[in-house]
């Protein structure tokens, strides 16, 4: 067993019925969400970040990497990651994933490394971001940074939140609050991402900043 597939996401409910609490026990990444948000099927959310499962380099990024998604929709689904279950009844999605880099990763590891973990391009050149928006597999056009603020570094652990807004082809603006770091050895990125409508993101602002909030990862000791 690797060690990102040793990472286990722990739910407890012990301290507050409000909330689900989310801990990856080998990253130290850990965050919170209210406890009608519900966890969607991890075989479906796996399919959607990496894609098809025979594939090869998708057996591999996935034993490299571990995730979890909540979704509060009334029917969670791994479909709502990128687009809403309605446009009218948008809910909030979070999905999170910490990432074991390779060497050469590791090397090239950036702040803009962060920007980019979610697998959406949003620290990139024009060209590459002309590129994915004219892509046929890409649903999104107009991209557009609402915020960026790079975090305090914190033994030695530093990150990124960034909102973002990309308009869904033929459908509403989505915005994407996204939260990263990178592990204080250089070896882990974990990510954060929210996604809901503008609108829904402008109704549910509190809520949803409460839960990027509460994404932290702590410097594992020996």
């Known amino acids: 067993m690797t060690t990102a597939s040793a990472l286990v996401a722990e739910l407890s409910g012990c301290a507050s019925t409000a909330y689900t609490y989310v801990r990856d026990v080998a990253g130290a990444t850990y965050f919170k969400v209210p406890s009608a948000w519900r966890k969607v099927d991890q075989g479906s959310l796996d399919g959607k970040l990496f894609g098809d499962p025979q594939s090869e380099t998708a057996r591999s990024q996935k034993q490299l990497t571990w995730t979890v998604g909540f979704d509060a929709h009334a029917t969670p689904s791994a479909d709502h990651l990128l687009v809403p279950g309605s446009i009218a009844g948008d809910r909030p999605f979070v999905m999170a994933k910490v990432q074991t880099l390779t060497p050469a990763q590791r090397d090239d590891a950036s702040l803009n490394t962060l920007r980019n973990s979610s697998g959406l391009p949003v620290a990139v050149s024009e060209e590459a971001r002309q590129q994915f928006e004219s892509s046929a597999a890409s649903p999104f ?26 308009r869904l082809l033929g459908g509403p603006v989505q915005t994407f609050d996204e939260t990263a770091y990178l592990s204080a050895d250089g070896s882990h990125v974990s990510t954060l991402l929210i996604r809901c409508t503008a609108a829904c993101y402008k109704q549910r602002a509190k809520e949803i900043d409460l839960v990027a909030r509460s994404f932290k990862i702590r410097r594992v000791t020996s």
Do not use: A, C, H, M
């Not at 960026?148 to 652990?157: I, M």
């Open 141 to 166: 056009k107009g991209f557009e940074v609402l915020s960026d603020q790079v975090l305090p570094v914190r033994d030695g652990v530093r990150g990124i939140r960034t909102v973002f807004n990309y």
